[in-house]
């Protein structure tokens, strides 16, 4: 009896890990905007792009605002000792054929690592409840609070990244 049992848990354990694997997404992916809203759900002021124009022009810089025709870049690369302050180019979305911006991977790191520390708390919590049923005030405290902790993580860098 008790092996069937162990056998049980191994095996919820272990489709909850890979069910929680296929679902991340993945860290180093392109994605397609079809539209403005999508545009703005991707990036935020501040970040660091670089915009292919039609006329096959790549422009570098940090995203200052995205508006409804057009977004402004303050442009990185280096000025003559002549220019002062910082320059900032509008460039009008349908003179747009690409952006690309760089992910953060220290970022989605933390993200994916956070989820799958969820995903192995509540594991363990399932299969510890299987075996040991009876003393549960002993080990259940610190699988709930790593597995609450890890889906904090999770939930505030998913937040932040959004926003």
């Given amino acids: 009896m008790r092996s069937i049992v162990v056998q049980a848990t191994s095996a919820i354990s272990t489709t909850i890990v890979a069910f929680s694997a296929i679902g991340a997404a993945p860290a180093i992916a392109q994605t397609r905007v079809t539209s403005l809203e999508e545009l703005r759900h991707e990036l935020a002021a501040g970040d660091l792009i670089t915009v292919v124009t039609s006329a ?3 422009v570098a810089g940090r995203l ?12 990185v690369n280096r000025r003559t000792p002549r220019e002062l302050g910082p320059r900032d180019l509008t460039i009008p979305i349908t003179a747009i054929q690409s952006i690309e911006r760089p992910r953060d991977s220290a970022r989605d790191g933390a993200k994916i690592g956070a989820g799958i520390g969820a995903a192995y708390g509540a594991a363990m919590f399932v299969h ?16 709930a609070g790593a597995t609450a902790i890890s889906l904090i993580l999770l939930i505030a860098r998913s937040s932040r990244a959004r926003s």
């Fill in 56 to 58: 096959g022009q790549p």
């Fill in 64 to 75: 200052v605002r995205l508006g409804a025709v057009d977004l402004d870049v303050r442009l």
């Fill in 128 to 143: 510890a409840l299987v075996i040991d049923r009876n003393e549960m005030d002993e080990w259940a405290p610190f699988y």
